[in-house]
């Protein structure tokens, strides 16, 4: 005779594994939640000042009975620093793994399209020349000339798209193409710089949290949570491009739209924390990645893990960069890099074809 047929229906067991991998996924998201908080108070703890925890959360939760010295350290220097670092991280985790969704490419990230050589180029304008995109910009004229730059070499993406079809394989090209001459750009301006202008933009294009306020950190998050938001209104659509744009389109999504729509908010992410932090690379191709070993393709865990896991990448840039040297704080970027060149050459070699 044969085996008895088993209880439970293929449906519902689909339905008690989807449940079970829910419940892992958000258990890891959790546990990424806690891991940011964690590197958020070592960050808090780490610098100049020789402060204990006791007198940080003193300084933070009485401030009126911390000494003045520990409040300035811990209120105007090291909180601005440590959240700005979790935001940007956020930040560019996000706009990372969604252009690596829209353009189905796992080595993609938001300065492949150029953005990270435009900010660069503008930075240096207002740097060199004094010149501002906007009038009475300030003190914020290099902040807003990089963000005008990065928004707009965005934008040229999106024209040149519009007008040639938006298929990644372009927007990839075109892309470089920006990139190769934003940096000849970049290097003219460096040329004619003074030797104080080119310090000024050699230590812009390394990347630093240093120049951190509450302002910087209140747009930041606001750039987030609105970006947040309408790229989660569209995680259904997003996961399903992963299939690709045949299967998407049967779906109901109209892929060159949707690819269209989520570069101007991938542009808007990158480009506010570029203009920001200066050029901090890597971020967006590391977070990604890591999210996706952990909670896979599924935008409802994959955009928040991203989120988690380039916040918590850059929380440990910035505890690294005033733990190598006491006294010393390096660049973020040269960090970045350091992490993620080797991170970036691992994924080429693992996506060589096989030999014939």
């Known amino acids: 005779m044969s085996a008895a047929l088993p209880v439970f229906t293929p449906a519902g ?3 008690r594994g989807a449940g079970r991998v829910a419940l892992r996924r ?3 998201l959790a546990v990424a939640v806690l891991a940011v908080a964690l590197l958020f108070l070592v960050d808090l703890g780490t610098g100049p000042g020789a402060l204990s925890y006791r007198d940080i959360f003193t300084a933070l939760l009485d401030p009126a009975a911390a000494s003045p010295r520990h409040a300035v350290i811990v209120w105007d220097i090291r909180l601005p620093v440590a959240l ?4 940007v991280g956020a930040m560019l985790g996000l706009a990372g793994a969604e252009m690596q969704t829209i353009l189905d490419n796992p080595l993609a ?3 492949t399209l150029g953005l990270s050589s435009a900010a660069g180029v503008g930075a240096s304008v207002a740097i060199v020349t004094g010149m501002s995109v906007l009038p009475a910009a300030g003190p914020t004229l290099v902040t807003v000339n990089a963000f005008a730059f990065a928004f707009g070499a965005a934008m040229l ?10 298929t990644s394989e372009t927007m990839i090209l075109f892309g470089i193409a920006l990139m190769f001459t934003f940096n000849a750009l970049l290097a003219l301006l460096q040329y004619r710089a003074s030797e104080t202008q080119l310090v000024q933009i050699v230590f812009w294009m390394m990347g630093s949290l240093q120049r951190a306020s509450l302002e910087k950190i209140g747009i930041a998050a606001g750039v987030l949570g609105m970006t947040g938001l309408l790229l989660w209104r569209r995680r259904w659509a997003l996961t399903a491009m992963r299939f690709g744009d045949d299967r998407a389109a ?3 999504v109209d892929p060159r739209r949707l690819r269209l729509e989520v570069l101007v908010l991938v542009a808007l992410l990158s480009a506010t924390a570029v203009s920001f932090v200066g050029v901090v690379g890597f971020v967006g191709l590391v977070g990604p990645h890591v999210a996706r070993l952990l909670v896979g393709e599924d935008q409802r865990w994959f955009a928040p893990m991203s989120m988690l896991s380039g916040a918590a990448m850059l929380s440990a840039t ?3 960069s005033k733990a190598l040297s006491p006294g010393i704080i390096y660049p973020i970027g040269i960090i970045t890099a350091l992490v993620g060149v080797p991170f970036f050459l691992s994924l080429v070699l693992m996506r060589r074809s096989p030999a014939r």
Request: aromatic share 6%; no cysteine.
């Open 250 to 252: 049967s779906l109901g």
């Open 157 to 166: 993406v999106h024209l040149f798209t519009m007008a040639r079809g938006a």
């Open 318 to 320: 910035s505890i690294v």
């Open 84 to 87: 700005l670092a979790v935001v």
């Open 26 to 28: 958000s258990a890891l």
């Open 109 to 111: 990230d938001p300065f």
């Open 13 to 15: 067991e689909a339905s």
